[in-house]
């Protein structure tokens, strides 16, 4: 197994941690907390919010264009990760600082906007940077290693979903978890009244920033571990126009334009799947050890099931799901592709009925969002997974970092086209014309069309692997 393999998996396991964290409490903070340093409340409307948040998550699966650029044509991987690095902490300070002085909503763009270039601008570097550690030879542990990188993000993100919401929304009230540890951090936030909250956005905002100064520094520390593949420089147009690297590109493009339907969806679990999480009752069973009886925040739930079932559904896909289904099939990526997208089209279509329910006035348990969650989970492990290694391996040697910020940029136009639906939704206060219902039947009927669609694109798209060979890489 390659040495610097360890160094790029724990980083990416804090900074996942550091930009799920943040992203978890955004939409509660933007709708429920946000205030001017002077204390009077500023925040947005509930569809308004929810716009700014995809454009939010757009803008940060854009810049993998310009990192992707800058990492194959000028700085090389390793340069272009630390730099823009630099950037995503500076990003998450402001976050942190923000009611302190100044606009508060000038701050929180100015840092989301830092975040976006950070965050997006290292996020092909690093997930190529993985396969560049490979060659022919040990090519058989790729997909196992890809695993292992899409664990940590998950379990970054896991433990950030129910960390971060807490420290926004956690108050002092008999009964919660919230009265059982204000003891051991009095000495550090100082005294708290009755239903008063304990930590608020500076803890919120800041603690997943201090993951990404270390995240920064464990990639730092492997250095001398990685295989780097040198910049191409002058030459990467070059290579851009040749006529068999644009056939690729051409090729990957039509797979690469149903996952931005697919991005459109999943992302809204941040959205309206919080608006619809606020109407349920959110009380655990009391069976449940440690959290039984207790209620999730609805920043929570999404937040911590999705990376949760993660964790649990990589392995039983792996070990169990893939073996079984290949007796019967041949289970291409082009097939998981096509089986993840109708997955998505079933979980949205749960939580479309759920909805009806709570329009009709029948209380429902989020147990019922759960489920759809966990539908929505197996969507992404056969889609984002089966995606990451496609683009790698479909990429021509020299582009790389380019077609994996093109795998990325589907998440950015998934965004954008999410967030342009919000925007067109919202009235003058920032609120839906639409019923929550109508919108979710609305994403359950255009992703299953797309489903559709994608079956006669998969079916004629030629499969070629692009790999490195071990000479071609430099030690570093």
């Known amino acids: 197994m390659p040495p610097g393999i360890p160094f790029i998996v724990g980083n990416e396991l804090a900074e996942r941690f550091s930009f799920y964290g943040m992203r978890s409490i955004l939409f509660a903070y933007m709708t429920l907390y946000l205030c001017q340093p002077n204390g009077s409340n500023d925040c947005f409307g509930e569809k308004e919010a929810e716009a700014w948040v995809h454009l939010f998550v757009g803008s940060a699966y854009f810049f993998p264009v310009l990192g992707g650029f800058l990492s194959d044509a ?5 340069r272009t990760i630390l730099v823009l690095s630099l950037a995503y902490c500076l990003g998450h300070g402001l976050l942190a600082c923000m009611e302190l002085f100044g606009d508060t909503r000038t701050l929180l763009l100015l840092g989301l906007g830092l975040i976006a270039i950070g965050a997006g601008g290292i996020k092909p570097c690093v997930s190529a940077h993985v396969g560049d550690q490979f060659g022919a030879k040990n090519r058989k542990y790729l997909p196992k290693v890809f695993g292992w ?19 926004l929304e956690a108050r002092l009230l008999p009964g919660t978890l919230g009265e059982q540890i204000y003891p051991l951090f009095s000495w550090l936030i100082g005294e708290r009244q009755n239903g008063e909250r304990l930590f608020g956005h500076h803890y919120a905002f800041g603690i997943p920033g201090i993951l990404m100064g270390f995240a920064t520094l464990i990639f730092w520390m492997g250095r001398h571990r990685y295989a780097h593949v040198p910049p191409v420089g002058k030459s990467y147009l070059q290579e851009l126009r040749k006529r068999e690297n644009l056939s690729s590109l051409a090729g990957l493009w039509k797979v690469f334009t149903f996952m931005i339907l697919f991005w459109a969806l999943f992302d809204q679990v941040g959205t309206l799947w919080q608006t619809q999480c606020r109407e349920m009752n959110r009380t655990l069973p ?7 009886g207790m209620e999730m925040l609805a920043a929570q739930v999404s937040a911590v099931c999705n990376p949760l079932f993660i964790l649990l559904l990589i392995p039983f896909f792996s070990l169990i799901l893939y073996p079984f289904l290949g007796r019967f099939i041949h289970l291409t990526e082009l097939r998981k592709l096509g089986f993840g997208l109708w997955m998505m089209a079933l979980a ?28 929505l989970t197996a969507s992404e492990v056969l889609v984002s997974i089966t995606c990451l290694e496609f683009a790698y391996t479909q990429a021509p040697k020299s582009m790389k970092s380019l077609v994996m910020s093109m795998f990325l940029l589907t998440v950015s136009l998934g965004n954008f086209f999410a967030s342009a639906v919000k925007f067109l939704l919202s009235d003058e206060s920032g609120r839906s014309k639409l019923a929550v219902s109508g919108e979710f039947w609305f994403w359950t009927i255009l992703m299953s069309i797309g489903a559709s669609l994608f079956f006669f694109v998969a079916r004629n798209h030629e499969l070629v692997d692009f790999l490195h060979e071990e000479e071609e890489k430099t030690g570093g």
């Not at 990188?149 to 919401?165: D, E």
């Not at 009391?286 to 039984?292: I, N, T, Y």
């Not at 147990?367 to 759809?372: D, F, T």
């Open 348 to 375: 949205f279509g749960i939580a479309s009925i759920a909805q009806e329910c709570i329009e009709a006035g029948i209380s429902l348990h989020v147990g019922w969002q759960i489920l759809a969650c966990l539908v």
């Open 149 to 167: 990188f899409s664990l940590s993000i998950n379990l970054g993100a896991f433990l950030s979903g129910f960390l971060t919401p807490f420290l």
């Open 286 to 292: 009391d069976w449940l050890p440690f959290f039984g």
């Open 74 to 78: 000028l700085w090389g991987k390793y």
